[in-house]
């Protein structure tokens, strides 16, 4: 992971006898694509308005830009948020509303930053309809355009596709890319897992507000990709005759007795024959596949989180 940007220890919100967050850890590296994924009530919208310095934390810290948030807040400047309805006026058009927040951070030369800021998240200049004839896919366009005022350093969307059809979806998803290949830092949460994996580099799921995993987008497809597991009597004596009789050389040794296979094509009984003839006794042997939504579901259980 690239320098940190953001660091989160410890990070809980409880409301009443409700604990949102619970003891949250986890890093953000500069220029990193975050995806947070958990399902509903799981805490992502608690734990984002945290990070944005719209929530106070009941306990822990946060740090931007390596300083702790407490001392600092000048610091959350540097994060713009695009979280739930997006808080636009209705009755007025795309252009106030963003002119309204723009006066509100005291900019000069708005009219050429607005401007170019609804050219980035493609909404028409010329375009004088009120947000509240907009359809969903502009409302959250106009929203990414407000996070987007103060040119932040983070950008925070909170499930920025909810709602959208596959076009406004796939637009989304090249503007988060256009914007982080501009050096931003986005963090982006959502409940599908597979959207998010088209894009994040970084993963940390949520679960009944602990977060249970963290993953590098490496680690998190090498979960999910096909193998064959096997559990020997000792994994390091199978490794030379998967590598020099069976020509394996795609694989993982997980502890001292399961190894991964991930050319995956290989007979089963063709490895079970080998391994034994070479005086390796073989516990187990199991194909494996799974997609990502099967590897979340897995972690989280299919009832999901309660929003109570
Ligand atoms: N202001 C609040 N007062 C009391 N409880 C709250 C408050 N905000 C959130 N909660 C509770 O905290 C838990 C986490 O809510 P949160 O909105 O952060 O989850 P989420 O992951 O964003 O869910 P969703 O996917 O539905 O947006 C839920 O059980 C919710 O009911
Ligand atoms: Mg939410």
């Given at each position: 992971?690239?320098?940190?940007?953001?660091?989160?220890?410890?990070?809980?919100?409880?409301?009443?006898?409700?604990?949102?967050?619970?003891?949250?850890?986890?890093?953000?590296?500069?220029?990193?694509?975050?995806?947070?994924i958990g399902q509903?009530?799981a805490?992502?919208?608690?734990?984002?308005?945290?990070?944005?310095?719209?929530?106070?934390?009941?306990?822990?810290?946060?740090?931007?830009?390596?300083?702790?948030?407490?001392?600092?807040?000048?610091?959350?400047?540097?994060?713009?948020?695009?979280?739930?309805?997006?808080?636009?006026?209705?009755?007025?058009?795309?252009?106030?509303?963003?002119?309204?927040?723009?006066?509100?951070?005291?900019?000069?030369?708005?009219?050429?930053?607005?401007?170019?800021?609804?050219?980035?998240?493609?909404?028409?200049?010329?375009?004088?309809?009120?947000?509240?004839?907009?359809?969903?896919?502009?409302?959250?366009?106009?929203?990414?355009?407000?996070?987007?005022?103060?040119?932040?350093?983070?950008?925070?969307?909170?499930?920025?596709?909810?709602?959208?059809?596959?076009?406004?979806?796939?637009?989304?998803?090249?503007?988060?890319?256009?914007?982080?290949?501009?050096?931003?830092?986005?963090?982006?949460?959502?409940h599908?897992l597979?959207?998010?994996?088209?894009?994040?580099?970084?993963y940390a799921i949520l679960h009944q507000?602990e977060v249970i995993e963290h993953h590098?987008?490496?680690q998190l497809?090498?979960q999910c990709?096909?193998?064959?597991?096997?559990?020997?009597?000792?994994?390091?004596?199978?490794?030379?005759?998967?590598?020099?009789?069976?020509?394996?050389?795609?694989?993982?040794?997980?502890?001292?007795?399961?190894?991964?296979?991930?050319?995956?094509?290989?007979?089963?009984?063709?490895?079970?024959?080998?391994?034994?003839?070479?005086?390796?006794?073989?516990?187990?042997?199991?194909?494996?596949?799974q997609s990502l939504e099967q590897y979340f579901l897995a972690r989280t259980g299919s009832g999901g989180g309660?929003?109570?």
């Amino acid at each position: 992971m690239s320098e940190a940007i953001i660091e989160v220890s410890q990070l809980t919100k409880q409301f009443k006898s409700k604990i949102a967050v619970n003891k949250a850890d986890f890093k953000i590296g500069k220029g990193e694509i975050f995806g947070l994924i958990g399902q509903n009530g799981a805490g992502k919208s608690t734990l984002l308005k945290m990070i944005a310095g719209l929530m106070y934390p009941t306990s822990g810290e946060i740090k931007l830009f390596n300083r702790t948030m407490k001392d600092s807040h000048p610091y959350f400047e540097r994060i713009g948020i695009l979280i739930e309805n997006a808080g636009l006026f209705p009755h007025y058009n795309a252009y106030e509303n963003l002119d309204l927040i723009a006066i509100s951070y005291g900019l000069t030369n708005r009219k050429s930053h607005i401007n170019k800021l609804l050219k980035l998240v493609g909404l028409d200049v010329s375009n004088k309809s009120k947000v509240k004839n907009y359809s969903m896919g502009m409302k959250q366009r106009l929203g990414i355009a407000a996070a987007l005022i103060g040119s932040p350093d983070v950008l925070i969307l909170d499930e920025p596709i909810n709602g959208l059809d596959p076009q406004g979806i796939s637009e989304i998803r090249r503007m988060i890319l256009e914007l982080n290949k501009a050096g931003m830092t986005i963090i982006i949460s959502s409940h599908i897992l597979e959207e998010l994996s088209k894009i994040a580099t970084q993963y940390a799921i949520l679960h009944q507000g602990e977060v249970i995993e963290h993953h590098s987008r490496e680690q998190l497809l090498l979960q999910c990709e096909d193998r064959i597991e096997i559990e020997v009597e000792k994994a390091s004596w199978a490794v030379p005759i998967l590598e020099q009789n069976l020509n394996i050389n795609h694989y993982k040794v997980i502890g001292e007795h399961v190894v991964y296979i991930y050319d995956s094509h290989i007979e089963t009984q063709h490895i079970i024959k080998s391994l034994v003839e070479n005086g390796v006794m073989v516990h187990s042997i199991t194909k494996h596949k799974q997609s990502l939504e099967q590897y979340f579901l897995a972690r989280t259980g299919s009832g999901g989180g309660s929003h109570d």
